[in-house]
């Protein structure tokens, strides 16, 4: 079975939107309603999510880039949260394909370390994957929790990501736990200089998995420009997608129609 991409959108910039973790491209809903006039969006879901459950492609980030490549247009690509992984590999090994990046509460490195003060416990990610081979659903509803963790209305968020979730079936255990070793491992820092397109670096400002320093660091390092929307956590396209549209704008605006 070959990747599942969503097609949405009247309006004539390209846009390619790549989700999170345990999720699937439905859950951009709000944000594909908000850009609907001005983008033509292309929405993955990712290997082993959504409606690409049984695409036999590793969650990796150059292969999941070179497949959503092949089967779109030039354009602008959005990764939020571990999409902004892919996101990141495709503008830097793709440059031709990737005409502008966003990288929304997405770092080129997750975890916490001596050089890096910026990133989450490492210990969240190892428990995470121990947990995932005992109770997948109680870990699943963990990570969820953690991700509406810090919104303005943090019940509401954890309501509407629960029922997106499962909404086009149980994400595969396999994908989960490659993706839970990308947030580990992955470190693209020192790529960030080599970044030759626009790029913006858009955080949460309540964001509890994703911390504003870390998109702040990437956005200096890269030369993008940094923006956090007031009262968003880790989902900022839930309940704020009109903010996020805007905070997209002057990015987009450098994207050839």
């Given amino acids: 079975m070959s990747l599942y991409i969503e097609r949405a ?17 439905g859950v951009f809903a709000p944000l594909v309603e908000a850009l609907a006039e001005r983008c033509a969006l292309y929405v993955v879901d ?10 036999g492609l590793p969650l990796e980030p150059s292969a999941c880039a070179r497949a959503i490549a092949a089967a779109t247009p030039p354009a602008a690509w959005l990764g939020w949260s571990l999409g902004g992984l892919v996101a990141l590999a495709a503008a830097l ?26 990133g989450n416990d490492p210990a969240l990610v190892r428990r995470l994957a121990q947990d995932l081979e005992t109770d997948y659903h109680a870990t699943i509803e963990r990570f969820l929790a953690l991700e509406a963790m810090g919104s303005q209305d943090p019940r509401a968020e954890l309501r509407r990501l ?10 595969e255990l396999r994908v989960l736990q490659e993706g839970l070793r990308l947030l580990e491992d992955t470190d693209l820092r020192p790529a960030l200089a080599g ?7 858009l955080a949460g400002r309540r964001d509890r998995l994703v ?9 200096q390092a890269s030369g993008g420009r940094f923006a956090e929307i007031a009262h968003a956590g880790h989902a900022p396209f839930l309940g704020h997608a009109g903010a996020l549209a805007e905070a997209l704008a002057p990015l987009l605006e450098q994207v050839p129609a």
């Fill in 211 to 219: 911390h504003p320093a870390a998109m702040r660091w990437s956005a």
């Fill in 162 to 171: 629960r029922g997106e979730v499962f909404a086009h079936g149980e994400p």
């Fill in 93 to 118: 090994e793709q440059p031709a394909r990737v005409q502008a990046l966003a990288m929304l509460c997405a770092t080129p490195k997750f975890v916490r370390d001596a050089d890096w003060p910026h």
């Fill in 46 to 55: 990712l290997p082993g999510h959504g409606r690409s459950r049984h695409c």
């Fill in 195 to 201: 970044l030759a397109q626009p790029s913006a670096w």
């Fill in 9 to 25: 959108g009247r309006g004539p910039v390209p846009l390619v939107l790549i989700h999170g973790w345990a999720m699937h491209g």
